[in-house]
């Protein structure tokens, strides 16, 4: 046999052997899933390349384990920081939804919780220049959650007008940061009219009030 077709051959072999591992992972996810073991799959390194066809559902599944983790107060700021960077990362390799969905549930469910898991690890930051970034991806996340087909229309554009505000509060001024608040606050306006029969409802009523609140500490700001 001739040396490059070994090498062929070689890598062909490696490649089966990578992928069958991603597709036992896979089995092994869904049935610790199915039993609600989500420390199990929390635990697991993911174990695929990118461009493999199980990969996706994997980081999707990880990262919804880390996300009901942390919703139960288990390690919240570590399961937090790997639902957000599993969901990103499966969200990203995902191309085909109509076959993931059946496997791993709806797109846009995926897309709340990373963007809620931002949010929260924003939260936790104890500097400006520490939340900048998170908020800077929760951003990043919101506007590509309103491209994403789905009724949580309501929940997108909370968590951008969220990031919106947080930028603004970042930077706040006596000058430009009034013209931005009130521009903001009539998009707010206009979603929080949209959310009204949502259960994103009561998010957009706080957000508005809070919109309110910092315009009114800027003085000569109507």
Not at 91 to 106: M, Q, S, Y
Not at 141 to 157: N, S, V, Y
Not at 164 to 188: H, M, P, V
Request: charged letters at 20%; glycine letters at 4%.
């Amino acid at each position: 046999m001739r040396p490059n077709l070994k090498i062929v051959i070689r890598f062909l072999v490696m490649g089966l052997l990578v992928s069958g591992c991603a597709t036992r992972q896979l089995k092994n996810f869904k049935e610790a899933a199915a039993a609600n073991n989500w420390q199990e799959i929390a635990a697991a390194e993911v174990d695929c390349k990118a461009d493999d066809a199980a990969c996706n559902q994997l980081h999707l599944l990880k990262g919804d384990a880390c996300y009901r983790l942390a919703k139960q107060n288990t390690d919240s700021v570590k399961n937090y920081q790997c639902a957000a960077e599993q969901l990103e990362q499966g969200i990203h390799l995902t191309t085909d939804w109509a076959n993931a969905e059946a496997v791993v549930g709806k797109r846009a469910q995926y897309f709340e919780n990373w963007c809620e898991s931002l949010r929260l690890l924003r939260s936790e930051q104890t500097s400006t220049a520490a939340a900048t970034p998170y908020n800077q991806k929760l951003h990043a996340c919101a506007r590509e959650f309103l491209q994403a087909p789905g009724a949580l229309k309501p929940a997108a554009t909370f968590f951008l007008h969220n990031a919106e505000l947080a930028a603004i509060r970042f930077q706040i001024n006596d000058t430009g940061s009034c013209q931005a608040l009130k521009q903001l606050q009539q998009n707010e306006s206009q979603a929080a009219a949209q959310a009204a029969q949502s259960r994103y409802a009561d998010h957009h009523r706080r957000l508005l009030n809070d919109i309110a609140g910092i315009k009114a500490s800027i003085p000569g700001c109507p």
